[in-house]
């Protein structure tokens, strides 16, 4: 099966993935190859990384599994490779490659039937008879979306905290916290208001142009009164964000103690500020 290029595809990408499918189908434990990722929105350039789907034998899967570096090493001039868990996925292997220029490649390896469980239809490259297809079937692709509930239920909690760093003067925690607020609640917000998959904040400039200025916001430098400004733009977008994207009514009790507490928090950071 000759694969379906996007137009998009710069030529070392191109070259590594034509490459890596002729080094795969000559291992007979792998049943097929796919990719996902940009590849999928003819959206490659220079900077993206390729995201494979390598298919595997049930059967031979725990072999394959402790051969995943030689397998790794035998595509390309392999600079560095580790597992997953970080990201909750032991069975991805991150690899950096060597060549015209440095190229970023994940390669998840599924047991076959595992392939029906996945978050978007992967562009399959090659397949022994039709069966990477075939299971890919047994499944629909579900990318998780933001409850908003949950989230609420945590947010204020999570403003707290985060004063209470600010309060404490632990600013390399408050801009730790500051970005997993965009990561974790506001970019995926904004992403998927925008129509876009809510993947933290990745694309968010290209997606949601109309939301830069706000996010901009939520950015601190390293000083207290910084933080609380930004921890304040957070409230802001989120609330902005929050507004008729579900039914009903959300308890606003500790919306306003949470708010409450910054501001006293915010009247010691001014306090202390004028006094030294």
Partial sequence: MAPKWPGSIPDRHRTFLSSTVDQLQRDA???GVAVGGSFLTDSMDEFSDL???IAVEP???DSVMAERRRIAGSLGPLLAAFTGEHVGEPRLLICLYNGVSILHVDLKFLALPDVANRVEDPSVLWERDGRFTKALEGGVATFPIPDLRWIEDRFWVWIHYVTTKIGRGEIFEVLESLSFLRSNVLGPLVLLRSGARPTGVRKLE?????YVRDLRSTVAGYNAIDCIHALRGCVELYRTLRLNAVAGEFPQTAERAAMQYLSEVEKLVAQARRSS
């Fill in 29 to 31: 434990r792998l049943v």
């Fill in 59 to 61: 059967g031979h899967f």
């Fill in 206 to 210: 290209k997606v949601a142009p109309e």
């Fill in 51 to 53: 995201d494979l789907v």
